[in-house]
């Protein structure tokens, strides 16, 4: 059997990948492999790594491997079934968080198409006051979020189905909620654009791809807000694509041209946050 420094020198994946899942495999974190070279990993652990390393081979990332993604400084569970959370993404949750510092309302909270729950927790881990709901179409996706609020030890109303169908009678409809809060992270790639990165070839698909423009799923949402009759202030949080900018312009003037709309750049200072309110 080979020692730490040995395994992950002849894996021949990047040290960094290779490094934490050896961690994940040890239990430990990246300073212990690095400090722990010569350490003799067990039989069970010999095995875990290979299988591990074999998976990086054949395309899967370190998320998909050790079942792990950080994302706004905590950790969650992640699967096959779930879109693996991105750092561009948490300016989102920073968003969404500056808008809640300044509103004294009774708000509401619904998280659109939630996959791993990563947006709805890490908002609910970071300022528990609001009522928070996540939706998502896929069940499994929905068992992963639960799981992620349990281990993040957060409350969060979850909810099966389209968008804001579940929602619908209970916020828009029944008493009035003050402020409503959408972060809608939707499937917004392109087909073109999917069959070019095969670094998210291992993601669900319907988590990435939506229609020949990407915008298909948010054209569904501002569908279902121009039936809104509701006295509540509402803000709606959309991440895009960068070269979406004017698509998705061109989709709410014509959807919901009274709303106003600013846009928000991610961390390489590209158009990434789309923000529309009702006031």
């Not at 081979?57 to 096959?80: I, M, Q």
């Not at 970071?126 to 993040?152: M, Q, T």
């Not at 959408?182 to 070839?201: K, M, R, V």
Request: include cysteine; aromatic fraction near 8%.
């Amino acid at each position: 059997m080979k020692n730490v420094k040995e395994l992950i020198s002849s894996s021949r994946l990047p040290a960094r990948d290779a490094t934490i899942v050896m961690a994940h495999i040890l239990h430990q974190d990246k300073s212990y492999v690095l400090a722990h070279q010569d350490d003799m990993p067990t039989l069970f652990e010999h095995i875990r790594w290979y299988w591990g390393s074999n998976q990086l081979r054949h395309g899967w990332s370190v998320a998909h491997t050790t079942g792990h993604k950080e994302f706004f400084g905590l950790d969650f569970l992640v699967n096959r079934h779930t879109l693996i959370p991105r750092p561009d993404t948490e300016i989102m949750v920073e968003t969404v968080l500056e808008i809640l510092n300044q509103n004294t309302k009774q708000t509401a909270v619904l998280d659109i198409g939630t996959g791993s729950g990563c947006i709805a927790i890490a908002l609910a881990k970071n300022n528990p006051l609001p009522l928070y709901y996540g939706s998502d179409i896929s069940h499994r996706a929905l068992r992963i979020a639960k799981a992620n609020a349990k281990y993040n030890q957060v409350t969060i109303d979850w909810r099966y189905g389209n968008l804001l169908t579940p929602f619908w009678s209970e916020l828009f409809w029944g008493e009035p909620t003050a402020s409503i809060i959408i972060t809608a992270n939707l499937p917004y790639l392109t087909p073109e654009q999917l069959a070019g990165e095969p670094n998210i070839q291992k993601e669900p698909v319907t988590a990435l791809v939506s229609g020949i423009d990407g915008l298909d799923a948010y054209r569904a949402l501002l569908t279902q807000l121009q039936q809104l009759h509701s006295p509540a202030a509402v803000t709606v949080l959309m991440e895009i694509d960068p070269s979406q900018v004017s698509g998705i312009g061109k989709v709410l003037s014509e959807l919901l041209p009274a709303w106003t709309v600013i846009t928000k750049a991610d961390l390489q200072g590209r158009s990434r946050l789309v923000i529309i309110s009702n006031r």
